[in-house]
């Protein structure tokens, strides 16, 4: 499987393994439909040279059929104006799958049919599984698949893929197609009678063309005709290309509109008299459930606070319900470090094994699956309120904020994925349009509080506000937020003046997800989580603890180590933030190269008691054993500490943030990024402790 070409020479050549491409637009069930034909046999990476998510499958059609399920980034059309739709199409005309499963929105038919006749004209066998019919009966549209088969010499599968049904059926179309027992030949949309002879003219120009580029031969003739100018710069000569031109110039004559114009509006022709041949409307057509629910919480008065209330209790929930499980795992690591002491001490096993195995290995894992537990409740809500709906919703009444303030609107979604990650979020600007826009988004990207980040507010705030983890992790995502929507303005009126460009956002219907669905996604967040960030802060912890061993002979990980010295060079510069202390300040330092790496260094420094000048441990209680929590508690005061947090928040991305932004952008914007970011986080953090010490004075 894998080579070009190899699909086509698959179907009807009893070969087992087979390439299935699901391809849809947004919000039509793809990835729903994706996890019942795959289940757990699933493969999460990315598409080659970007940071968009590919997921693979597996699908045992039967004993002896296998088929590798791909699922396409949801996509309107295959006209390669976004990332999106040019890896949908490089991947269906370069890798030549064997068949396509094309997820139609029953609900929504005029609009999916669409992206329907361009993977017709690909000449790829294809199934279309017709889902969300629930949505449609409840909208009383009662649709004909016979009809719709019949017209486009499809296979069409009614399908409701959120309660698995439709799903066998197919499974059984794609065992079909695959093995060549469907005759039917795709149905084309026809451009007219002038349209069809000029484009038949054209079409015969590019026969070798087609043969040399591997393309089908009308699909290449549509394109051109279309102007796409990728096609037209595949052609071997400038005479060919005119020639073509001069076809096109002749049907703009005869009709009167662009041929790209034209040729949508024959497949919108195709679409409107398939829909009045194949649906039913079974009574009046009523407001919608969804538009009754968006007239309230997507309104322009109550859609802003509303999405704040919806994130805020996500957090609250989220990180209150999971101080238990934090206590009594920081609990069973605390015993089972004591119970590794000891064997050690009894064995008379040197220091630096003691240091490396306790404070590194077992210290590093046991603060890593800590954070595994709030993180996971988070990742649980964010899969709900996606699957049913409301992220979407919460893009839209931001959108609306954000374009009233002279911002991009487009610039939402990658701002949103900037949650998750930074790097994806600052890739995904490739689809806006404007210049000024796609660089005002990357450059405030990195203030969206990205998932890296979490584990560092969580410890931080954990240990100082320990009755309210949750509204303080909530302020620095929304002051994030709002950092972010500030600096854009500032950028939009001063060195990045332009007008904002308009965005159309969709707004999928809302739908009662799967428990099995979100636990899924869940999963696949929170093993993202350990295999990224819970390798790299176990890592972090045990070469900081090796290097806190150096110079051999001084107390590990104190004033006097490497790494002691480091901290207390750079801890004056942070004074006037309140957080003047060497363990605090290499953590910031370590944290530049992946945020991550600051729960790591800190429970790499926290995790060893440190002498006074007296000879006595300073951070030691009563009972002579601390917590890294109560160790954290006793360095900062909730002043200080929020004052930290800011600054964690607004300086420096991150190198790989960094490396993103140099190849987007150029490199000097991604100094400019770093330095204007350390400003800002700098000044604000100062200005909190500052005024905060003032007000404390005051009263």
């Known amino acids: 499987m894998g080579g070009e070409g190899e699909g086509k020479e698959g179907i009807g050549s009893g070969r087992q393994n087979y390439r299935v491409a699901i391809v849809g637009n947004p919000n039509c069930g793809k990835t729903t439909l994706f996890n019942e034909l795959t289940g757990a046999r699933q493969k999460v990476g990315n598409w080659p040279g970007v940071t968009i998510e590919k997921k693979t499958g597996f699908l045992n059609i039967n004993h002896n059929i296998r088929a590798e399920i791909i699922d396409l980034p949801g996509i309107y059309s295959l006209s390669a104006y976004s990332l999106d739709e040019r890896i949908a199409r490089d991947y269906l005309l370069k890798e030549k799958p064997d068949a396509i499963i094309n997820i139609v929105d029953a609900s929504n038919?005029?609009?999916?049919?669409?992206?329907?006749?361009?993977?017709?004209?690909?000449?790829?066998?294809?199934?279309?599984?017709?889902?969300?019919?629930?949505?449609?009966?409840?909208?009383?549209?009662?649709?004909?698949?016979?009809?719709?088969?019949?017209?486009?010499?499809?296979?069409?599968?009614?399908?409701?893929?959120?309660?698995?049904?439709?799903?066998?059926?197919?499974?059984?179309?794609?065992?079909?197609?695959?093995?060549?027992?469907?005759?039917?030949?795709?149905?084309?949309?026809?451009f007219g009678a002038d349209g069809e002879k000029k484009l038949a003219d054209v079409q015969e120009l590019l026969k070798e063309s087609a043969t040399r580029l591997k393309l089908p031969l009308r699909w290449l003739a549509v394109?051109?005709?279309?102007?796409?100018?990728?096609?037209?710069?595949?052609?071997?000569?400038?005479?060919?290309?005119?020639r073509i031109n001069e076809y096109k110039e002749k049907v703009v004559k005869i009709v009167g509109e662009d041929t790209e114009t034209i040729i949508a509006d024959y497949r919108y022709g195709f679409i409107s008299g398939l829909v009045k041949e194949a649906v039913k409307v079974t009574a009046d057509i009523r407001i919608t459930l969804s538009e009754k629910i968006d007239a309230v919480i997507a309104s322009r008065i109550l859609g802003i606070p509303f999405f704040a209330l919806v994130i805020f209790l996500m957090f609250k929930i989220s990180i209150d319900f999971s101080q238990p499980g934090i206590d009594y795992i920081d609990s069973l690591f605390a015993s089972l470090i004591d119970l590794i002491n000891n064997v050690l001490v009894n064995?008379?096993?040197?220091?630096?094994?003691?240091?490396?195995?306790?404070?590194?290995?077992?210290?590093?894992?046991?603060?890593?699956?800590?954070?595994?537990?709030p993180i996971a409740l988070v990742f649980f809500f964010l899969s709900f309120l996606e699957d049913i709906?409301?992220?979407?919703?919460?893009?839209?009444?931001?959108?609306?904020?954000?374009?009233?303030?002279?911002?991009?609107?487009?610039?939402?979604?990658?701002?949103?994925?900037?949650?998750?990650?930074?790097?994806?979020?600052?890739?995904?600007?490739r689809v806006m349009?404007?210049?000024?826009?796609?660089?005002?988004?990357?450059?405030?990207?990195?203030f969206m509080s990205c998932g890296a980040r979490l584990p560092v507010y969580i410890m931080i705030a954990g240990a100082v506000f320990a009755q309210n983890v949750g509204t303080v992790v909530f302020s620095l995502y929304a002051i994030g937020i709002a950092m972010a929507i500030i600096v854009g303005l500032v950028f939009r009126k001063t060195i990045l003046k332009g007008p904002s460009t308009p965005f159309v956002m969709e707004l999928p219907p809302y739908r009662l997800p799967t428990l099995k669905g979100i636990l899924m996604h869940t999963w696949e967040n929170v093993w993202s989580f350990i295999k990224r960030a819970g390798t790299l802060i176990v890592a972090i912890i045990l070469l900081l603890v090796i290097i806190g061993y150096l110079p051999v002979g001084v107390t590990p990980n104190s004033k006097d180590s490497v790494l002691g010295k480091i901290g207390t060079a750079i801890a004056p510069v942070f004074k006037p933030q309140g957080f003047a202390d060497w363990k605090a300040s290499v953590a910031l330092f370590t944290g530049i190269f992946a945020k991550e790496a600051v729960v790591g260094t800190m429970a790499a420094l926290y995790g060893v008691e440190e002498k006074n000048s007296s000879g006595n441990p300073e951070t030691k209680s009563i009972n002579g054993k601390d917590t890294l929590k109560e160790r954290i508690a006793r360095d900062f005061t909730p002043l200080s500490a929020y004052s930290f947090l800011l600054f964690i928040l607004l300086y420096s991305p991150c190198v790989a943030t960094m490396g993103a932004i140099a190849k987007e952008a150029g490199l000097k914007w991604a100094i400019f990024s770093v330095l204007f970011n350390i400003t800002v986080a700098y000044i604000i953090s100062m200005a909190v402790f500052q005024i905060g010490t003032l007000i404390q004075k005051l009263l």
């Open 223 to 242: 394109k051109l005709f279309e102007g796409d100018k990728e096609y037209e710069l595949l052609l071997e000569n400038k005479e060919l290309r005119d």
């Open 389 to 429: 709906g409301y992220l979407s919703r919460g893009a839209f009444v931001m959108d609306r904020l954000m374009h009233w303030m002279g911002l991009p609107g487009k610039a939402f979604i990658p701002l949103i994925l900037g949650f998750g990650c930074n790097v994806p979020g600052i890739l995904a600007t």
């Open 433 to 446: 349009e404007d210049e000024k826009d796609r660089l005002i988004t990357i450059l405030i990207n990195p």
């Open 347 to 373: 064995l008379h096993a040197p220091a630096w094994i003691s240091i490396i195995l306790v404070n590194g290995v077992i210290g590093g894992t046991g603060t890593v699956i800590t954070f595994v537990v």
């Open 109 to 190: 038919l005029e609009r999916n049919l669409f992206l329907t006749t361009q993977l017709l004209e690909l000449e790829i066998p294809m199934v279309i599984a017709l889902n969300l019919m629930d949505a449609a009966e409840k909208k009383n549209l009662k649709i004909d698949v016979d009809i719709l088969s019949s017209h486009l010499h499809l296979p069409v599968v009614p399908v409701v893929a959120l309660k698995g049904q439709g799903v066998e059926a197919t499974v059984e179309a794609v065992k079909e197609v695959i093995l060549g027992r469907w005759h039917k030949k795709n149905a084309m949309v026809t």
